[in-house]
């Protein structure tokens, strides 16, 4: 199979990792800092949506002992996080090259899912969020980092794909969610903690 198509070869997907590994971005939130915003236990399962270079899933797997699922649709980003964290010497990372929209986990099976720049990425923002309330246990978190530009200088994905913080919460409530806890960051980003009821 060949999954260079979407990365013009090499030097492409280099230049993705890159990007998403810039120190900047964790400037403007830590993964660190984004990841003890929210309550997660020693023992909780978490899955990382459009994990990218594993920004969140490497941290994430140095926090708990159970399994830390890093999803993407891309081959080779998950291969980068299989060696990143063999590198780490974390055993309980487990990729899964799959979408958003049809997470391969069962029902209640996860305790904390993360979303880093990633929803406004989805064919169907509805079916990414009716996935996650199916796979995420009642109480468990959903936490993402989402971009709202509106209103300001500042440059993010076009304008009709971003998601603003009230869109996110109006959609999130269809599906059981309650927000705990939203704030922006620098660039016109946002963050929104929420609970699955």
């Given at each position: 199979?060949?999954?260079?198509?979407?990365?013009?070869g090499?030097?492409?997907?280099?230049?993705?990792?890159?990007?998403?590994?810039?120190?900047?971005?964790?400037?403007?939130l830590?993964?660190?800092?984004?990841l003890?915003?929210?309550?997660?236990e020693?023992?909780?399962?978490?899955?990382?949506l459009?994990?990218?270079?594993g920004?969140?899933?490497?941290p994430?797997?140095?926090?708990?002992?159970?399994?830390?699922?890093?999803l993407?649709?891309?081959a080779e980003m998950?291969?980068?996080?299989?060696?990143k964290?063999?590198?780490?010497?974390?055993?309980?990372?487990?990729?899964?090259?799959?979408?958003?929209?049809?997470i391969?986990?069962?029902?209640?099976s996860?305790?904390?899912?993360?979303?880093?720049?990633?929803?406004?990425?989805?064919s169907?923002?509805?079916?990414?969020?009716?996935?996650?309330?199916?796979?995420?246990?009642?109480?468990?978190?959903?936490?993402c980092?989402?971009?709202?530009?509106?209103?300001?200088?500042?440059?993010?994905?076009?304008?009709?794909?971003?998601?603003?913080a009230?869109?996110?919460r109006?959609?999130?409530?269809?599906?059981?969610?309650?927000?705990?806890?939203?704030?922006?960051l620098?660039?016109?980003?946002?963050v929104s903690?929420?609970?699955?009821?």
């Amino acid at each position: 199979m060949n999954h260079h198509h979407n990365h013009h070869g090499e030097a492409g997907f280099k230049r993705k990792v890159d990007y998403l590994d810039r120190p900047e971005r964790s400037e403007v939130l830590s993964p660190e800092g984004f990841l003890t915003s929210i309550p997660i236990e020693k023992t909780a399962s978490i899955l990382d949506l459009g994990a990218g270079t594993g920004f969140l899933t490497i941290p994430a797997a140095k926090l708990v002992d159970n399994t830390v699922f890093a999803l993407d649709l891309d081959a080779e980003m998950l291969k980068l996080i299989e060696e990143k964290a063999k590198e780490a010497e974390l055993a309980n990372v487990q990729t899964l090259e799959a979408s958003m929209e049809a997470i391969p986990l069962e029902a209640s099976s996860v305790d904390v899912v993360l979303a880093s720049l990633v929803l406004h990425e989805a064919s169907s923002l509805e079916n990414v969020l009716s996935d996650v309330s199916r796979v995420v246990k009642t109480d468990g978190y959903f936490a993402c980092v989402e971009f709202d530009t509106k209103g300001t200088d500042l440059k993010g994905p076009p304008m009709e794909i971003q998601i603003s913080a009230v869109k996110l919460r109006e959609e999130l409530a269809r599906f059981g969610f309650e927000v705990v806890k939203n704030w922006q960051l620098d660039e016109g980003m946002y963050v929104s903690i929420v609970v699955k009821k």
